[in-house]
């Protein structure tokens, strides 16, 4: 059983857990909460709250396999997640206006989705971190809560 304060509880709001290692993963992050206009949206560095990152990937949600949406006691991952995201923005930027359509569409998001992953590893590999986190060493535990 969830616990009645955890992020994946049905009336807690929406969380995006991302891979704070990436560039691009923490960019997206950060325009979707400021400027993707979805309500009580927050962010979590999954890469940093790894007691998160283990429960998620013991329930088969992986981080490094893609990035995660916590709603409504659902669990959305990799292209399902971006996708929920993306069909909710009211994109105020030029990045926003071209990502959502793209990958507001559950089809367009699988396919187009292996590509996110495949720059998500080059800039890892860039910075020498492991694409999986559970192989590195990581600051504490964070959860990072933005208001709407």
Known sequence: ?????????PDAAPLLV???GCPFCRHFAALSELR???????????RRDHALRRDLADR???LSRGAIVL?????????AAIE???????????????????????????RLYPLLLGARRLA????????????SDVAP???VSVSG
């Open 1 to 9: 059983m969830v616990p009645v304060h955890s992020p994946l509880s």
């Open 36 to 46: 993707g206009g979805i309500p009580g949206l927050r962010l979590c560095d999954g």
């Open 84 to 110: 929920w995201i993306c069909a909710r923005m009211a994109p105020s930027g030029p990045l926003l206006a071209l990502l959502t359509p793209l990958f507001a569409d559950p089809v367009r998001a699988r």
């Open 141 to 143: 535990d964070s959860i």
């Open 60 to 62: 088969g949600f992986p």
């Open 18 to 20: 991302f891979d704070g």
């Open 71 to 79: 709603e409504g006691g659902r669990i959305h991952h990799g292209a």
């Open 124 to 135: 890892l590999g860039l910075r020498g971190l492991p694409e999986d986190p559970d192989r």
